[in-house]
Each structure stands twice: as C-alpha cells, then as structure tokens.
C-alpha cells in the first residue's frame, strides 16, 4: 500500500519543540519533494515548509520561518519537521505531502500544491494533531 504517514505529535508547552516525521510506505521518498502543511478547522489548508528531493532547497512560509526546520533523510526514507518556539496558534493537524515538479515563484522554491495545482501521483499523510498548551 502507497501512502504516507506522520508520527511523532504531541502537547508541548508554549516555547517548547516538537519532531514530527513523514515516513512512506510502498515507495521511496527519495523520489519526491516533501512539503509540510496544517490546518486548523474552519481555516483554508497552510503550507509550512518544503524540501527538495536531494534536500538542497528548502522554502517556508514567513508564519513558521526562524522556528521551524525541515529535513530529511533519504536512507530512512523520512522527511522531519522540527518546530520551536512553539505558540498556542501552532495547534492543529500536520499534514505531509510528497510532491514532484518543483517550481520557482520570485526564486523562491515551492511545490506545485503551494499554489493549487494536485496532481493524482501525489502522495497525502491523513495528518497528526500537535498541540502547544500550558
């Protein structure tokens, strides 16, 4: 079976870190530009943060950048996003993306979800509930 899986959420104090990953199963992420997104019920979907398929370019959004950082590691065929600093705004589901075709918006790297365009050999997590809360 293809798919994708996040793990490694959890409840965090405000000002504290938390790892997620992105495993797959059935395929190599090798292959793939990874993204990170949440969304927060009643809000539209967030792109966070991206990673080229060899890990030399990496983009993130301005609401995560500074706190977050992606990275990957082929050999474990995993993406992780590493988030500190963490605030009460950052609750809610972590989704990963494995993507391809990568493109340049004002030389800035992003994949192809980031401005809506899906394409059916893209891979979705069913996502992971982080919660920052004292």
């Known amino acids: 079976q293809l798919q994708l899986v996040e793990s490694g959420g959890g409840l965090v104090q405000p000002g504290g870190s938390l790892r997620i990953s992105c495993a797959a199963s059935g395929f190599t992420l090798e292959d793939y530009d990874i993204g990170w997104f949440r969304q927060a019920p009643g809000k539209a979907r967030e792109g966070l943060s991206c990673i080229s398929s060899s890990g030399g370019s990496t983009s993130y959004a301005p609401s995560v950048k500074g706190r977050f950082t992606i990275s990957r590691d082929n050999a474990k065929n995993a993406v992780y996003l590493h988030m500190s600093t963490l605030k009460l705004e950052d609750t809610t589901v972590y989704y990963c993306?494995?993507?391809?075709?990568?493109?340049?918006?004002?030389?800035?790297?992003?994949?192809?979800?980031?401005?809506?365009?899906?394409?059916?050999?893209?891979?979705w997590g069913r996502g992971i509930q982080d919660t920052a809360s004292s």
């Open positions: 993306s494995a993507e391809k075709s990568p493109v340049y918006v004002q030389g800035m790297y992003i994949i192809p979800s980031w401005i809506g365009v899906v394409h059916p050999g893209y891979y």
